[in-house]
């Protein structure tokens, strides 16, 4: 009876986790405090979404209560050691039972609180590194992500503040003579998804920024945080920030002496964070005394979030807009480099050759308004802003031809290695691509990052300058909803197959990101229906951004295919593209026949006296032997399905299901055949129609064959044509190493974990 009773509790108990914790906190002696509670109730509620993604009803609110936790830290920051605690514990709960569902929550939850915190004291920094390091001796990606939020929290334990301030001065461009490297966010709406309707709507929501978000709010931010975060509670912190604003010309001396002791603390060895501790001291105490307020006197702790990082919302309607952005970030960033002032940057705008007379009268009558005239009523910080040499100089870019503004890249890549030939370290800025859109807008991405890499494949210009980073937000316009599991009916017509394929090797993504795409456009035709002026921008899609863009640096590779397409008129050039999720072909009159014969009494008959186009097929079967064996066979087709994205079990990333929709199946062929290239031809004088990654946009016609094999990195294939002048020794040596080198291109699309195996 007593064994009995004893399991009825334990499983009591297990069934609620609520009382079990509570239980467990009881029997040291100590009560938790109602705050605490609420947390764990949340974290609890945030990590079973993770064990309801095949729930298609609740696929929309998913991630909600993620974004809902950090809007509760933001405006109650002196919660955020609590949470901590509850996050430190479960920490140490996951790495005892061994439940590695919920380490990748966690992990990122727990280093974005950090991030949004004010102050952590040493004893749960310490306790956090601990744990989190005990997970680095799990298999990949857990031992990945582990540790580099370890090496975070280690940082974090030697110079507190650091993380903040630097994703503070990097996102907001803030110019210091410590810490130079910037980056940028660049969303790209694909039109074929956003109607120009909705796009003022998104671009609005998208590019959100909260109040005091000029160049002395992200000032004031920087010292505030980073001296409460130092000195902790012998901070006054409310009292800082009324000094604060009041500081005027003496805010940017402030803010230079502060970022100039933490990175010289960062880069100390050893590290004395005594002597760190005793600048901001003196820093604080200067501050204080103008403002005629005690500087011993101690106090609670201000909140100070983090603002949303600068971000440019785009339409995608031509193919070089990616390449454009990139070249005028990367003119935008080439005065602010290390060891260069404000009188360097001067001479150095001012050495730039233009074809512009510098008449007022010259320019153009709306560029000239925007960059002379200030609205009535702004401020002296507006108009300063408005008329800094930053924005003028990337209004004169902007107007620069490509050839010119590739010029200037290429000077200043050649003056910063004339200025710095033995660089100490290789430290670039970062451009982050964000796409927003369905496998259409990842086809042309595709498309788009292999020109980049075919210019900088025989010299770097300009990822010899930036960091390429690329982020991907399924939308789409078609009724149905991202799920990782699908029926293979519906996952033809449905164009979220990659988004469907991230979420399945990453739950996270699933959770936070899939789910976002369902309830976008509803926001968006929300925003554009209220009316005009009567509604104000969300802030929840630049946070969903933030949160994305931060946390996400785990790439999952998706293999980007090559195709040659040839047609059937003699005087046409075959087309070389590339598509990374499908290839449909079809015989036009065969599609047309079969949509006004469906469902017909004479359906079947015709079914029996037309089987469809004689078409060859030459191709390599994949076997997990890795061994190539080389087929061919002749067969009737109506359309051929060629997929590239994985189904949601197999999670294989190296191989094509094609499928031959013949009226009749072949035995011989079974429902698909896996291969790595191939090669199809019509044999009879019937043109075929091809179509790449669903887009229309991206349709050929009078086709007579298609050959597909994988996309070729242009760095190795270069690098193969100059194999050709060496000795016969010289290519023994290098074909050692040659099978250590990636042959094939493929597209890094920034997940939370990668590929969970």
Known sequence: MRQTCSRYVIQKLTLNPFILWVVVQNSGGSMSSAVECNFYRSIQAILKELDCSSQAASTCNRGMLRWTLHKRIENNPSHCVSLLRVLVKELERVERVDYKSRIIPLLHISAYVVLQSVHIPEDLCERMYISIKKLTTLPEPYCTVSLAYAQIMKTEMGTPGLLYQRRLITEQGLKNN??????????????????????????????????????????????????????????????????????????????????????????????????????????????????????????????????????????WKQEEQIWNELVNFALMITPCEQGCDEDDTEERRGSIMSNDSGIEGDMPAVEFSTLSLEPEGASEAQSEQRHSPQIIRWKCVRRMKLSDRMALVRESVRASSRSDPFPHEERNHTGRVLIMGDDRALGRLAKTYLSIRKREARRLLLTKRLNLEMYYIPVSNDPVLVSAEEDSTTAQDNKLTLARFLGSVDPWYDCNINSLGAMMLKLANMQSSSTKGASEPSPFLADIISYYIRTAFQPVHLPIYSIKITFSKLNSSPVEDVFVSHVQMDFPEFKSLKASLKGSFRHKRATQLFRGAVVAVNYTKASLSKREVDTGITLRTCSVVIGAAPSSGTKDLNSLSVTFNDLFPRPCLGSAIRTNNIKIQSLEKRPLTVCLDKDSRRTFSDVQSIDITPCLDPGYCLQKSAKSKHTLEEEEEESALSKYMSRTLTLPINTFSGVIH
């Open 178 to 315: 410590s810490y130079t490297l910037q980056e940028k966010v660049f969303v790209f709406a694909d039109p074929a998804v956003f109607p120009e309707s909705l796009v003022s709507a998104v671009r609005a929501d998208v590019e959100f920024t909260s109040p005091n978000c000029g160049v002395e709010g992200h000032m004031q931010r920087a010292v505030l945080h980073c001296l409460q975060a130092t000195l902790g509670r012998h901070c006054h912190g409310p009292r800082l920030a009324q000094a604060l604003e009041g500081c005027g010309v003496r805010l940017r001396k402030h803010f230079q002496e502060v970022v100039t002791a933490v990175e010289e603390s960062v880069e100390a060895v050893p590290c004395d964070p005594g002597h760190q501790r005793t600048r901001l001291q003196q820093t604080y105490t200067d501050i204080m005394n103008a403002a005629n307020q005690d500087p011993s006197a101690s106090g609670e702790m201000c909140g100070v979030p983090l603002p949303c990082p600068e971000i440019s919302f785009n339409s």
